[in-house]
């Protein structure tokens, strides 16, 4: 049997079924799918995040808004099979007009029984003529009823051409508010981590532009490029010891470089440490592993290397690395020539779990990551799964593939 904090772990499964982009299919009902920008409305249906917190008083506003995060988890998995009718009815009813549902003579049908009987499931390629149409500048409603804002790519790993997802913009809000449930159940299992700050190595990748001029880029890329992170408000949850221009820097090397040497100066404040995948953050403790003399230069010195020429990146680690700090240097010199085993814990020693991806092909880095971590607990908040072929799915999310979402207690490793 489950506690209750555990059963808010696989209600966020829940949540992320029946408010994906990318398909309709709850834990209760087999539906067929839609086309990905068909499905983007869902949020638009689901229960408001309470204003005013219902399962607990709290005297601290984070706590507070941890609890209202809590009441709408609750909230929207008490009835899974009727907020998945309810939100399928508002797609069909808000897309009515479109091409795609024309085709399929759906005639303005919202029930799920009509749903199920004339649309059918699809591949990519199935569409792939409608999204090359709208990839190519037709604005005319083909598979959504509001004007398509942006593509997001998959990885490409199927066939080595990557697929094209037409978003909308209140898409963005959907996935703020999915992001914004993880923490608030961590935060069950894992106390305080209001405290301090997240070293998470977070990146972009390259963006290109289909010839109708629409942007297509990776989801993550996407999201961290909106204003909904840029501009986001001061949440301990979310305050991490990389800038923002540490992360939007194009360039891979500054901003590896930029983000370790801001993740060291401020070693102490540090509580939890990550990247997207596991693969990920094993690269970015390489990457100390091969550059530690130099980010120690740069700490003995209390200036940014010349091999990081972004202005905007010189500016942001200015205000971090703002002075000499030779003990700070000799104690990172002594510890990377000691042993890299544990060296997480050693250089950063409040630091109470490790947040990656470890999940499917992601989990042979498990045993790489206990040697550095010393053993720490592995938090998995999304299942993502890289397959070796895509052929037969219908749409993908990002390169990450992240199509279903769960949180998993400090302390469990998917061993």
């Not at 507070?64 to 009727?82: C, M």
């Not at 961590?186 to 390259?206: E, R």
């Not at 690395?321 to 020693?349: H, K, M, Y």
Request: glycine share 6%.
């Amino acid at each position: 049997m489950y506690d209750n904090r555990q059963k808010r772990c696989l209600k966020l499964v829940m949540i992320e079924n029946f408010l994906s982009p990318t398909s309709l299919i709850s834990p209760r009902l087999a539906y067929s799918l839609l086309p990905t920008s068909l499905s983007l409305y869902s949020l638009s249906t689901m229960p408001e995040v309470p204003k005013q917190p219902s399962l607990h008083p709290s005297s601290g506003h984070h706590l507070s808004k941890n609890w209202r995060a809590l009441d709408f988890i609750e909230k929207v998995t008490s009835n899974p099979d009727a907020v998945q009718a309810r939100v399928l009815s508002e797609i069909l009813s808000r897309n009515a007009q479109v091409e795609y549902l024309g085709r399929h003579r759906f005639d303005g049908r919202t029930d799920r029984h009509s749903f199920k009987q004339l649309l059918p499931v699809i591949s990519y390629e199935d569409i792939h003529h409608d999204v090359s149409r709208i990839a190519n500048g037709d604005t005319s409603p083909i598979l959504c009823s509001h004007p398509i804002s942006e593509f997001l790519t998959s990885s490409g790993t199927s066939g080595g051409e990557r697929k094209l997802m037409p978003t909308i913009e209140e898409e963005l809000d959907r996935r703020s508010l999915l992001y914004s449930l993880l923490t608030p159940v961590i935060s069950q299992f894992v106390p305080d981590l209001d405290k301090g700050k997240g070293m998470y190595f977070l990146f972009i990748k390259s963006e290109a532009r289909t010839p109708g001029g629409l942007v297509a880029r990776p989801v993550l890329t996407s999201y961290y490029n909106s204003n909904h992170f840029k501009n986001r408000l001061f949440d301990p949850y979310t305050n991490y010891t990389s800038p923002n221009a540490t992360i939007l820097c194009s360039d891979s090397y500054q901003s590896m470089y930029a983000q370790l040497l801001c993740g060291l100066c401020q070693r102490t404040e540090v509580l939890r440490v990550g990247a997207v995948f596991a693969s990920g953050f094993i690269r970015a403790i390489r990457f100390l592993e091969n550059h530690w003399p130099l980010l120690c230069h740069d700490i003995r010195s209390g200036t940014l290397s010349s091999d990081v020429t972004e202005p905007s990146v010189r500016e942001a680690v200015a205000q971090i690395l703002r002075q000499p700090d030779p003990a700070l240097t000799a104690f990172i010199e002594a510890e990377c020539r000691r042993s890299w085993a544990g060296i997480i814990t050693r250089l950063w020693p409040n630091t109470k779990y490790v947040g990656v991806i470890v999940t499917c092909t992601m989990s042979q880095y498990i045993p790489t990551l206990d040697y550095y971590s010393g053993g720490l607990p592995l938090v998995c908040t999304t299942y993502g799964v890289m397959w070796p072929t895509h052929s037969s799915l219908p749409w993908h999310t990002s390169n990450s593939s992240r199509s279903t979402k769960t949180a998993a207690p400090a302390g469990s490793t998917a061993r």
